[in-house]
Every structure is written in structure tokens, then in C-alpha cells.
């Protein structure tokens, strides 16, 4: 909604387009004050910025491999006090994730791809002809 507004304050003005959507025009500047000034942000918000570049910093220098359990007991021994979960959250919004040793991750829960003809074969001659091919999803996953 704040990209709304900034595209279209110059034409209506702020208070009226707030009036139509629903957000408050407080709301609105404090978040226009805080994007300059990280000083207003909310604490938590402070906290994660300085995490996250601990966390960089410590998942690049091992190698890209570790995982949100080992850059958490990583972090502890740089006197940070930080939760896994916290660790684990950060990682995930960062994009950042260790390695599976020994065997590739599973995604079976995804279930078959909107074009894939499962349902349209027989129960024992699924992906057996040429136009009844499996999805990739549901070769993976090891169905007949």
C-alpha cells in the first residue's frame, strides 16, 4: 500500500487516498520516517539487521555448508546470544541454507504439477506410454 501511495500522492495527496484504503496516515509517514532513519525502526527489526550480517559473515566463512543449528552454536562462540529459531528464520528469509550430507533433500509433500497426467492412466500403466508420462515431480517421487 505504501508503494500505492507514492505513486499517486502527487496527484490525490496522502490523507485522501488513506481514506479510501485502509491505513492511517500516520501509519504511512512513520513508515516513509523509518526507511530513511533506521533509527525508528522497531527494535527487533534492529536486532535482525545486525544478526543477519553475523550470520553472513559466519555461514561464508564455513565453507557455505552450514546449517542454521551450526551457525547458531558458531555464533554463540562469537558471544552472540541468539536463538536457533531466530537463526533458523533469518536463514530462511536470507536464503541461506547448509548442505544434506549423504543424500540429496526430499520435496515429495508438493504432489503432482497441474499438467501432469496422472489421473488420466490406468492404475498399472502410469507413465508406461508416451502420452502418459509422469510430471518430473512424480518421477522423483518414485511412483510406478
Known sequence: MIHFIDDHRDVYGVEPICQVLPIAPSTYYETQLRQTDPVRRPVRQQRDAQVCE????????????????KVRRQLQRDQWTVARCT??????????????????PQHDTLGPAPDCTRGSCPPGLHGGCAEHKPCARCARAGDP
Open 54 to 69: 553475523a550470520i553472513q559473515q559466519t555461514w561464508d566463512a564455513n565453507h557455505c555448508v552450514y546449517g542454521a543449528r
Open 87 to 104: 537463526v533458523e528464520r533469518l536463514m530462511r528469509d536470507m536464503g541461506l541454507h547448509g548442505v544434506t550430507r549423504g543424500r540429496a
